[in-house]
């Protein structure tokens, strides 16, 4: 999603291990308790071929911007297809722009399996697991509050997505003008596709609070955080922090 990875820079987080696997399209930058780059890499591929061959089968799944009726796609879907489907009915978006998040939130729940510490981010899509509080800075491409804006979530007991959609930055499809909307959500999936919906809402500055109580209206979501210009707007369990230079 972003050219410049500076971001990822000040994510780093002591005691864990850093890594990058990319497979196409996919950039992930991994963080765990060691060095698990080959079981991340084959479960990219696992999930992308999955993706890939359902894509095959349904080449609409790949091109809808609207969620896909019941009656036209052929079960049964792949677990990571079902949840995009999900995602993509809750939010009204096209089950594509739940694909960052759900393949960060399939590696991650992976390397869970041996590591108790995760974080996978994936274009500014994150999936993560940890057990002290996370801030993780908001690029917000020529925003005065791009990253000098962070969110910061306490320890949770089980893993949760935090996913970031803009209609000013990056290469994803968005019918908006936000500078970012950041969505916190247990399901990484869902929250990449609630960001791109959210987003889809802002045009100008008024369309702040409008867009955040269609969001909170969504099932599932936590979080909302948006920025547009030198405004912006928040509800949810999140915690807004200034992010030192």
């Known amino acids: 999603m972003f050219s410049n990875r500076y971001y990822r820079t000040i994510s780093s987080r002591r005691g864990l291990v850093s890594f990058i ?25 696992k999930q992308r071929g999955h993706v890939e061959a ?13 969620p896909i009726l019941q009656e036209s796609y052929t079960p049964p879907a792949p677990a990571i297809v079902a949840q995009m489907l999900d995602a ?17 939130q399939f590696t991650g729940n992976e390397l869970l399996k041996s590591s108790s510490e995760v974080i996978v981010e994936n274009g500014g899509d994150i999936f993560f697991k940890t057990h002290s509080h996370i801030s993780i800075a908001v690029f ?38 936000a500078d970012a909307v950041t969505v916190l959500s247990s399901s990484a999936v869902l929250a990449d596709a609630a960001a791109t919906a959210i ?17 909170r209206n969504i099932k599932g979501v936590e979080g909302i955080l948006i920025i547009k210009g030198d405004q912006l707007g928040a509800w949810g369990d999140i915690e807004l922090v200034s992010i030192s230079p």
Do not use: W
């Open 54 to 66: 359902y894509i095959d089968m349904v080449p609409v799944f790949r091109t809808s911007l609207t």
């Open 199 to 215: 987003a889809n809402l802002v045009q100008t500055r008024e369309d702040i609070e409008p867009a955040l109580e269609r969001g």
């Open 88 to 104: 993509s009915r809750r939010t009204g978006v096209g089950p594509m722009a739940a694909i960052a998040g759900a393949i960060s």
């Open 21 to 45: 696997v990319t497979v196409k399209e996919t950039d992930l930058h991994i963080q765990a308790c060691s060095d698990m780059s080959d079981a991340a890499l084959r479960e990219v591929l």
């Open 140 to 177: 917000a491409g020529q925003s005065r509050l791009s990253m000098k804006i962070g969110v910061r979530i306490a320890p949770r007991t089980s893993p949760a997505g935090l996913c970031t959609s803009s209609g000013t930055v990056g290469h994803s499809t968005s019918f908006g003008k």
